[in-house]
T-cell receptor, first 114, second 111 residues
Framework: DSGVTQTPKHLITATGQRVTLRCSPRSGDLSVYWYQQSLDQGLQFLIQ???????AKGNILERFSAQQFPDLHSELNLSSLELGDSALYFC?????????????FGPGTRLTVL | GQQLNQSPQSMFIQEGEDVSMNCTSS?????WLWYKQDPGEGPVLLIA?????ELTSNGRLTAQFGITRKDSFLNISASIPSDVGIYFCAGRGEGAQKLVFGQGTRLTINP
């Protein structure tokens, strides 16, 4: 158990809908990262927050947005869902960012868009 | 942007065999990490490397930070069934915030 929690574990929805994925970082971690993993694919970095502020952005679609709240939990919002958005979405957290502050991953949310 | 090439993509070995996999980068990294992912789970950090030439072990796992800073290697000795999974390398460039991940090596062990 990494100490990072994600809810829900599974999510099934229809095209065009909007969903919210939630992540609680490890106790003491200020930085949260979101990744997308499609079937048999590597991890694609989406976005990073540090202490409530956006710190780095990856290949995140405009239909996707995220935020980190004062209690440091984070939410990833996915809207106008398409079939291709079906994937595992992972949250990771670290104490800070940069070298030596390594990321610990949550168990993921499996999103299925029908 | 930065890219990582991880090889092999998959390995089918017998229990007890040693395993080697590697990652190469198109640019210099100052951090190399190796993660393992079990089916339906999140990646788990195995080994972190921060200096060129560094060799670090974690039980039967040994990883090395290549001297050119553009590659890293992971070796698993005397493989056992619980080693099955997908192994990912990841790297971070100088001053970079984000990690870049390799495509993974899927390890299958025949008993």
């Amino acid at each position: 158990d990494s100490g990072v929690t994600q809810t829900p574990k599974h999510l099934i929805t229809a095209t065009g809908q909007r969903v919210t994925l939630r992540c609680s970082p490890r106790s003491g971690d200020l930085s949260v990262y979101w990744y997308q993993q499609s079937l048999d694919q590597g991890l694609q970095f989406l976005i990073q927050y540090y202490n409530g502020e956006e710190r780095a952005k990856g290949n995140i679609l405009e239909r996707f947005s995220a935020q980190q709240f004062p209690d440091l939990h984070s939410e990833l919002n996915l809207s106008s869902l398409e079939l291709g958005d079906s994937a595992l979405y992972f949250c990771a957290s670290s104490v800070a960012s940069g070298s030596g502050n390594e990321q610990f991953f949550g168990p993921g949310t499996r999103l299925t868009v029908l | 942007g930065q890219q990582l090439n991880q090889s092999p993509q998959s390995m089918f070995i017998q229990e007890g065999e040693d395993v080697s996999m590697n990652c190469t980068s198109s640019s210099i990294f100052n951090t190399w990490l190796w993660y393992k992912q079990d089916p339906g789970e999140g990646p788990v950090l195995l080994i972190a490397l921060y200096k060129a030439g560094e060799l670090t072990s974690n039980g039967r796992l040994t990883a090395q930070f290549g001297i050119t800073r553009k590659d890293s290697f992971l070796n698993i000795s005397a493989s056992i069934p619980s080693d099955v999974g997908i192994y990912f390398c990841a790297g971070r460039g100088e001053g970079a915030q984000k990690l870049v991940f390799g495509q993974g090596t899927r390890l299958t062990i025949n008993p």
